[in-house]
């Protein structure tokens, strides 16, 4: 029985998981400039998905890279909801 899928679908869905609120504690901590880690992150990750042997690990690395890379796109997007008022704005932080 082969259960690599299974194993990936499971990832894929706890990664996903995780990013999710990264994402809002990083808007809500540094706003919107932290958006080159997440590049740099992601084209890491992708880049050592080409070099793995391992079809399992080198699509987990996959995974990970292109969510990290998912993720700029929804730190902006996390901008504009705190901006609607859907997410509360850190107090704190003077500049986004």
Request: aromatic share 18%.
């Amino acid at each position: 029985m082969n259960v690599e899928g299974l194993l990936l679908g499971l990832s894929t869905f706890l990664i996903i998981g995780v990013f999710h609120p990264i994402v809002i504690k990083t808007e809500y901590y540094f706003g919107t400039r932290p958006w080159w880690l997440f590049l740099l992150l992601g084209l890491g990750f992708v880049a050592i998905a080409l070099f793995i042997s391992s079809t399992f690990w080198s699509s987990l690395c996959g995974i990970i890279g292109f969510s990290c890379l998912w993720s700029i796109l929804e730190l902006f997007e996390q901008k504009k909801r705190v901006e609607r008022g859907w997410f509360p704005r850190n107090p704190k932080r003077k500049d986004s």
